[in-house]
């Protein structure tokens, strides 16, 4: 079972690095409740030290799906498929997924995936609280002065 | 100039597909103060109407540097690299990047970033407003009812 380090942190960041997205499969995850290994899930939040996002990678084995269907509490969920395809089921609606897919889902949304293909199914999904930003891009960034590292090297 | 569509839309979702992500480059973005067409970058929040997050995808080509830093007001950013490698730059850390680093930079964190090989760099940033989330996986989700429509095809 891979391990995530911290490979650059500051008083204004943290940044790790997961390796080659194909080697996904490598990382599992402990299911808290169900005290059951997931193999090939990896969260990402904690080690980041985030406020306001629990992402998480997955990579998906062909010829798999959710035994179940799933809803949140407060938190939207955004999935970004990197690699692969399968299909998504919200609610009634199901519809293919392919790499370049992204699916937001509100909370009330009842959800669930499959693998239907020969090939890793992988994707990322993104938790933040429902209704939480306010604003974005040019109102919320501002340009700032800093000193160029890469220019002394 | 490519176009986004939705391609599943209902009550509690939307879902869109950016198409393989080679292809990143033939999007772009027209940035709303300095009226200029940033090729090869794509805003996602907005046709997905997420209330959470602002999502981009960026190919940022060979050799290729942001001209400036930037700081933000409220929000935190994410940034994911899904495709070749870089250097990025937070106050006064500079470390390298490449596929699988995810890097969390705070409002206030003066950024920067550069594509410093002969490959296109791709990777996308997850903006969400600092301190926002409250609780998240097995806190947040629960199991739904649903019936399987793929079961049915």
Redesign the interface.
């Known amino acids: 079972m891979k391990e995530l380090k911290i ?2 942190e ?12 194909d080697e996904l499969k490598d990382y599992s995850y402990m ?3 169900r005290k059951q290994e997931v193999k090939g899930k990896v ?3 904690e080690i ?8 998480s990678f997955t990579v998906f084995p062909p010829h798999t ?1 959710m035994p ?9 969920e ?1 999935y ?1 498929v ?1 690699k692969g395809s399968g ?9 293919d ?10 909370p ?5 995936y ?1 693998n ?1 293909s020969d090939s890793p199914l992988t994707f ?1 999904c ?25 220019e002394k090297e």
């Open positions: 490979n650059s500051g008083i204004n960041h943290s940044a790790i690095n997961l390796g080659s997205l299911h808290p409740k969260f990402i939040g980041l030290k985030s406020s306001s996002a629990e992402i799906e179940f269907f799933h809803q949140h509490k407060n938190n939207e955004i970004v990197i299909q998504f089921q919200i609610d009634d609606s199901l519809f997924i392919s790499e370049g897919s992204v699916i937001r889902v509100s009330e949304g009842k959800r669930t499959r239907n990322l993104i938790q933040n609280k429902m209704g939480s930003l306010d604003q974005f891009n040019v109102e919320d960034g501002c340009l700032a002065e800093c000193e160029n590292l890469w």
